[in-house]
């Protein structure tokens, strides 16, 4: 229950307007509680609707997505783009394919978005899009069709100065090149700043492709260092997943002096006590996308184990989730507390559930939220739209510099709002509320409501 009526009758209008939308609803409540903090001394929200306009996208784009398979069969799924925010700059946010994607987790991801991008500090609005689309298991060229079928769709609904996509789960390098190529087919026009994510030969970024894992371990070695003098320095490192985010974490993770012991994927997880062998893990996931448990079949001494929860009864001084949302409950919460973890810093968005949470924090764990944490990815992609407008590309370590800078002010940036708001410490009421004030004085002055 919110302590401010207002925000209380904004939640229930959630609730009511999209009863199952779950994961857009937890999402929301998040910010309301932390805003619950502040609304007294902004009467204004209330008296111009801001929060009541801020919980709704501004636009909701759906539509079909037609494609032949291999075999000449026709295949129908579903795309979408939402458009959430665009009070700070253009639309930005990632595309996720997998077939969980729906309406709710697509709202809670373009939400969070626009306040992670408003942490950045760099001028970019909140999105998020995709389609149940499974590229598991599909040939290249069948991959290949689906993304000209979706962009076919997409093209019209974005643009450089207008939403620019990248990817998430399920798009990586290989989606974004054929999309870019959709793009520019069907609009006769190199626009390079259209999409983030680009290969380095065209308008891509040095630096994007690890940014979202090296910026959660930039930010974690801050957090580290700032709340507890402390470092990655011999520390023994979970990670969940094995996709882009949790490969590049392990690599910097690595880099920083700890030693990750254990990565997953959505069947189980593998544990390698000696510490993972990184060059293994990207021959089998990035060299010919298999499957984690072929780790334990290449490195003697590692084991995998069916289940991918299992991951987190490992005991480790630093938990870093990395691949999808609610993966860890509030029992999983209160094993990985009981083993002595030290940090939990959200790689994947919204992997904690909000109980899950509540037991880091009342453990005196540290803990830095998703939307602070792997804000790395979407920072360096607006690095990449800067080198777009300029014609110009930075080298790799000053990309590198940029986002390590980026990360340090955001974890600088959420802990002095936490300081501010009477709760020093709990970076998810900071990273919530330095994120909302640039938005909503924005939204004042534009005079959006
Ligand atoms: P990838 O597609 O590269 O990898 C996803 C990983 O998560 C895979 O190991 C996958 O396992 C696992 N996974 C996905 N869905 C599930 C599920 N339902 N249950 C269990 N495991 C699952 O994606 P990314 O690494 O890019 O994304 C991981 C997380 O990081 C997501 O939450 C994403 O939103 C977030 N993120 C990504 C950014 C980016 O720049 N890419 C930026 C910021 C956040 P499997 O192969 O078995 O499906
Ligand atoms: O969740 C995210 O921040 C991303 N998937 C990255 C988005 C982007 O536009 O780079």
Same mark, same amino acid.
């Given at each position: ?6 925000l209380?009758?904004v939640?229930t ?5 999209d009863?199952?939308q779950r994961?857009?609803?937890q999402?929301?409540l ?10 007294d ?14 919980v ?13 398979d291999d ?11 939402i ?5 700070i ?15 709710s ?17 760099l001028?970019m ?8 689309f499974?590229?598991?298991g ?15 769709e997409?093209?019209r609904?974005?643009?450089q100065?207008?939403?620019v996509?990248a ?9 974004i ?13 190199y626009?390079a ?8 030969s ?8 690890e ?7 930039y930010l ?13 320095e011999g520390? #023994?490192? =979970?990670?969940? *997943?094995?996709?882009n !985010? %949790?490969?590049? +974490? ?8 700890g ?11 593998i544990?390698?006590?000696?510490g ?5 893990v ?6 010919h996308?298999?499957r ?11 084991t ?7 991951i ?13 949302q609610n ?7 209160k #094993?990985? =507390?009981?083993? *002595?973890?030290?940090a !939990? %810093?959200e790689? +994947?968005?919204m ?8 037991v880091?924090?009342?453990?005196g764990v ?5 939307k ?12 990449e ?6 014609r ?21 940036n959420?802990?002095?709002a ?32």
């Open positions: 229950m919110l302590k401010s009526e207002y209380q009758r939640y209008g959630v609730i009511t307007r009863p199952d994961e857009f609803h999402a929301v998040e910010v309301l509680e932390s805003l619950d903090l502040i609304v001394q902004h009467p204004e929200y209330e008296e111009r609707g801001i929060i009541e306009t801020f709704e996208p501004e636009r909701m784009i759906c539509f079909r997505v037609p494609w032949d075999q000449g069969r026709v295949h129908v799924n579903r795309g979408y783009r458009q959430f925010s665009s009070a700059g253009p639309y930005k946010g990632g595309l996720r394919f997998h077939p969980t994607v729906n309406l987790i697509l709202k809670f991801l373009g939400f969070e978005q626009i306040l992670k991008n408003s942490l950045t500090g001028p609005g909140g999105a998020k899009g995709g389609s149940d499974d590229p598991k599909k040939s290249d060229t069948e991959v290949m069709r689906f993304c000209q079928s979706f962009m076919t997409l093209n609904h974005i643009g100065f207008v939403d996509p990817g998430d789960i399920g798009v990586g390098a290989r989606e090149g054929y999309l870019f190529g959709q793009y520019r087919r069907v609009r006769g026009s626009d700043g259209v999409l983030t994510g680009k290969g380095l065209f308008g891509g970024s040095l630096v994007r492709t940014a979202t894992g090296y910026g959660l371990c974690t070695e801050e957090m580290l260092k700032c709340m507890k003098k402390e470092s990655f520390k #023994t490192v =979970v990670i969940s *997943g094995s996709g !985010v %949790a490969i590049f +974490a392990t690599e910097k993770a690595a880099q920083l002096g030693k990750v012991v254990a990565l997953s994927d959505s069947n189980g997880y544990h390698d006590p000696s993972i062998d990184l060059d293994v990207k021959d089998i996931k990035l060299g996308r298999g984690i448990r072929e780790y334990a079949d290449r490195v003697p001494g590692s995998y184990t069916e289940g991918f929860r299992g987190w009864n490992i005991p480790c001084d630093i938990a870093l989730p990395c691949a999808t993966e860890i409950d509030g029992s999983i919460a #094993t990985i =507390v009981k083993n *002595g973890v030290m !939990v %810093a790689g +994947a968005n992997p904690c559930l909000p109980e899950a949470i509540r880091f924090q009342e453990a540290l803990f830095a939220p998703a602070a944490a792997n804000a790395g990815g979407v920072a360096t992609s607006g690095l739209m800067s080198q777009n407008s300029m110009y590309s930075w080298s790799f370590e000053e990309v590198d510099r940029r986002l390590r800078d980026i990360m340090v002010n955001i974890f600088h959420a802990y002095n936490s300081q501010e708001c009477g709760v020093p410490g709990d970076l998810v009421v900071g990273a919530n509320i330095a994120g909302f004030l640039k938005v909503s004085q924005v939204m004042v002055a534009q005079g959006l409501i």
